[in-house]
């Protein structure tokens, strides 16, 4: 039973994007989907560590088992570093990727500096609070318009020099090579035998008993004591 980790997320495209590096690993991965409805964890970190922090250890909680989450984003050096940790709701609250992309390449336009950067954390937490984290990163440049039909986010206009290509041009196996998500994942697998273990001791640890209130009986509490 040690071996379930749950996904922090209901995203379709990001569970398969799990599944397709992990498979390969004895963890058997769930969702969110496969819980039904839960209680929102609050994303308001400052960083992408805080977050992915947050939504492991508040699923953890919630269901009683080890988490995992991650928390990711777009870094545009033009832009002081934004959208960061706002990058799913860059344009808004309720933006889709295509509105998110729009306002990424308003910003940018006329602008000579496209250099950017994903970013991802990962954070495998129980729910005792203990925490994992693995990092990843993979430095492109932003587009001036959309390219390709495949992935999600802002892969359309996030290039990679290496491949000469945007994220929504290649396929995911090429992706899930070079991501920063797939970078902080392979280095998530390459550790599962260590992290099952300590998924286990974990989950394992059995609270500290209660004082025996016995060894005091000989105190007179009543009396007032000078010090």
Not at 30 to 55: I, S
Not at 141 to 156: A, H, K, L
Request: net charge negative; with cysteine.
């Amino acid at each position: 039973m040690y071996n379930i980790i749950v996904l922090a997320t209901g995203n379709k495209n990001k569970v398969k994007e799990f599944q397709n590096i992990l498979q390969d690993t004895p963890v058997q991965i769930k969702c969110l989907r496969d819980y039904g409805p839960l209680p929102e964890a609050v994303e308001d970190g400052e960083t992408f560590d805080d977050n992915a922090y947050k939504k492991a250890l508040h699923y953890a909680r919630v269901l009683g088992l080890p988490c995992l989450a991650d928390d990711s984003g777009l870094v545009v050096d033009a832009l002081d570093g934004r959208p960061g940790v706002y990058s799913a709701r860059y344009a808004g609250e309720d933006a889709t990727d295509r509105e998110n992309c729009d306002k990424l390449l308003q910003e940018l336009e006329g602008e000579d500096n496209r250099k950017a950067h994903f970013e991802c954390v990962l954070s495998l937490a129980t729910p005792g609070g203990p925490a994992l984290t693995w990092e990843g990163r993979c430095d492109g440049e932003i587009t001036t318009s959309r390219r390709g039909e495949s992935g999600f986010g802002y892969d359309p206009v996030f290039f990679y020099p290496e491949l000469g290509k945007t994220f929504a041009e290649i396929s995911m196996e090429e992706k899930a090579r070079v991501s920063h998500r797939g970078k902080a994942l392979a280095e998530f697998a390459a550790e599962i035998d260590k992290v099952l273990i300590w998924v286990k001791q974990r989950m394992e640890e059995i609270k500290p008993p209660k004082p025996d209130h016995k060894e005091f009986e000989h105190n007179d509490w009543s009396q007032e004591r000078m010090v």
